[in-house]
T-cell receptor
Framework: KAGVTQTPRYLIKTRGQQVTLSCSPISGHRSVSWYQQTPGQGLQFLFEYFSETQRNKGNFPGRFSGRQFSNSRSEMNVSTLELGDSALYLC????????????FGNGTRLTVT | QKEVEQNSGPLSVPEGAIASLNCTYSDRGSQSFFWYRQYSGKSPELIMFIYSNGDKEDGRFTAQLNKASQYVSLLIRDSQPSDSATYLCAGGSDIPTFGRGTSLIVHP
């Protein structure tokens, strides 16, 4: 079974731009979660989608948004990029039943200059 | 605020020894607990999950959960240099909260 696929692997953007990251979950997984990982803050939860609906949201500004499509693929968008948005963005999928184990993709490394 | 606390380490153990990694959590409503391993430059990989009080064994790994003490641990027996990584503890009732991770170094 194919794992979680994230694209692109690396991105370099400048302040003020916007970016869209993509995630394809494991086949059959209906829940997709997004996390931001930085050396200083560790893994921070952004949001979770289940059956095209945002089910949970972390404590991030409205510049961070996401969506999920009918095939469970998900996208995350960050608008008006700031230097502090530089991080590894991780997508994880799960079967979505309660607090089930997460399976992470390889991540997208975003650098904002 | 829901928190998961881990000692950042590094925890250094000799090859063949038992490595003991510990984690405490603040949310008494937490039902599920997970251990992930993250190699440098890679994404987290699920090692074990535990839902009930007591021990759960899988090969060289044993997860221990004590809900009364709000304490989770991971034991790695016969540690190998390839076990050198950061170990993330996560727990929660709906969305897992992650600790900052403990760096483990297994030296030959």
């Amino acid at each position: 079974k194919a794992g979680v696929t994230q694209t692109p692997r690396y991105l370099i953007k400048t302040r003020g731009q916007q970016v869209t990251l993509s995630c394809s979950p494991i086949s059959g997984h209906r829940s997709v979660s997004w996390y931001q990982q930085t050396p200083g803050q560790g893994l921070q939860f952004l949001f979770e989608y289940f059956s095209e609906t945002q089910r949970n949201k972390g404590n991030f500004p409205g510049r961070f948004s996401g969506r999920q499509f009918s095939n469970s693929r998900s996208e995350m968008n960050v608008s008006t990029l700031e230097l502090g948005d530089s991080a590894l963005y991780l997508c994880a999928s799960s079967q979505g039943q309660g607090n089930s184990p997460l399976h992470f993709g390889n991540g997208t490394r975003l650098t904002v200059t | 605020q829901k928190e998961v606390e881990q000692n950042s380490g590094p925890l250094s153990v000799p090859e063949g020894a038992i490595a003991s990694l510990n984690c405490t959590y603040s949310d008494r409503g937490s039902q599920s607990f997970f251990w992930y391993r993250q190699y440098s430059g890679k994404s987290p990989e699920l090692i074990m999950f535990i839902y009930s009080n007591g021990d759960k064994e899988d090969g060289r790994f044993t997860a221990q959960l004590n809900k009364a003490s709000q304490y989770v641990s991971l034991l790695i027996r016969d540690s190998q240099p390839s076990d050198s990584a950061t170990y993330l503890c996560a727990g929660g009732s709906d969305i897992p909260t992650f600790g900052r991770g403990t760096s483990l170094i297994v030296h030959p």
